[in-house]
């Protein structure tokens, strides 16, 4: 059975920072990614420092060619864990495409497997969304600036969002698709500061080639947008774990001390499966990085921070 010094699952921006620099370090590392990330969407990311506007699949693209560089570091694609359990001195994986068609052991384990999104089931939204409609304001919101935008969602923390995503604009308005994200007593206080909440079912969203135009309500209304966010509903997906339960947050985020330890032994988590959830890129890889050092210094035995 093939020996790691650590197992990355998932590479993200997390994963593969976290790889990189536990190579550095001298450990051998494994990657098992199943090359489905969330930001698949996604046509140019920003906020990340000397890649703002770069494609995520590009950045992900220039990090696995970065890692060749460390004949210690091992990168699986198009892979996925299918079990993680406990073992002597650290863990078991199966690893395969679909079913586990090989067994590794690792002296620790990085969570570093994202977040499954959910979208609002608003007609023909996918054809808009990472293009004309995006979920990330501090990701987004620049290029949207001062628009007519939408903001369509069915959670509780709906108008708290609106009173973000209003910090980039004057006029926005709130579909709560038919649903009570929104209650009177907010969407009296989000009327006084400009933001009208249309609480309608959404029956089509109009524009071509993924430009969004218009959001058509029940009854035939068209209002008309020129860009907007969604707020989906994000889960981890951590059915692999078998006998270990890390503790987790009441939205089923892996929750972790400071340093990316979670409360089973050897097991740590960073990135967007870590609370409190979704980051921007450029934060889920300082995540990663921080990490790899904690790891490294767990299993020398030192505390130093250098």
């Known amino acids: 059975m093939p020996e790691y010094d650590v197992?990355?699952?998932?590479?993200?921006?997390?994963?593969?920072?976290?790889a990189l620099n536990l190579g550095r370090s001298l450990a051998r590392v494994l990657v098992v990614d199943a090359d489905r990330p969330r930001n698949a969407a996604t046509l140019n990311s920003h906020g990340f420092l000397t890649r703002d506007g770069v494609p995520?699949?590009?950045?992900?693209?220039?990090?696995?060619?970065?890692?060749?560089?460390y004949p210690n570091v091992e990168v699986r694609s198009r892979m996925r864990v299918t079990a993680l359990g406990a073992a002597d001195n650290g863990f078991v994986a199966g690893i395969g495409r679909r079913e586990?068609?090989?067994?590794?052991?690792?002296?620790?384990?990085?969570?570093?497997?994202g977040l499954r999104e959910t979208l609002p089931e608003v007609p023909n939204l996918r054809g808009f969304y990472g293009m004309s409609l995006f979920s990330c304001?501090?990701?987004d919101a620049w290029e949207l600036r001062g628009r007519s935008l939408a903001l369509i969602g069915e959670s509780a923390d709906l108008a708290d969002r609106a009173r973000l995503i209003a910090h980039w604009t004057p006029r926005l308005t709130v579909f709560t698709h038919g649903s009570e994200a929104v209650t009177t007593t907010e969407e009296a206080e989000l009327a006084s500061a400009g933001v009208t909440v249309v609480r309608e079912?959404?029956?089509e969203l109009v524009g071509d080639r993924g430009r969004i135009e218009g959001v058509q309500v029940a009854g035939g209304g068209v209002h008309a947008v020129d860009?907007?966010?969604?707020?989906?509903?994000?889960?981890?997906?951590?059915?692999f774990l078998d006998g270990i339960s890390p503790r987790r947050d009441a939205d089923g985020h892996v929750v972790t001390d400071r340093s990316g330890r979670t409360s089973v032994g050897g097991l740590y988590a960073a990135g967007d499966v870590a609370a409190p959830g979704p980051q921007q890129l450029i934060v889920a890889a300082g995540a990663g990085a921080r990490v790899a050092a904690v790891i490294t210094h767990d299993a020398i035995g030192v505390a130093t921070t250098h």
């Open 7 to 18: 197992l990355v699952v998932g590479g993200g921006p997390a994963g593969l920072s976290a």
């Open 56 to 69: 995520p699949s590009e950045l992900r693209k220039i990090a696995r060619a970065e890692l060749t560089a």
């Open 100 to 113: 586990a068609t090989e067994s590794v052991s690792a002296g620790a384990v990085l969570l570093a497997t």
């Open 137 to 139: 304001a501090a990701c």
């Open 201 to 203: 079912a959404i029956t």
């Open 227 to 239: 860009g907007g966010f969604v707020r989906p509903e994000w889960e981890s997906d951590l059915s």
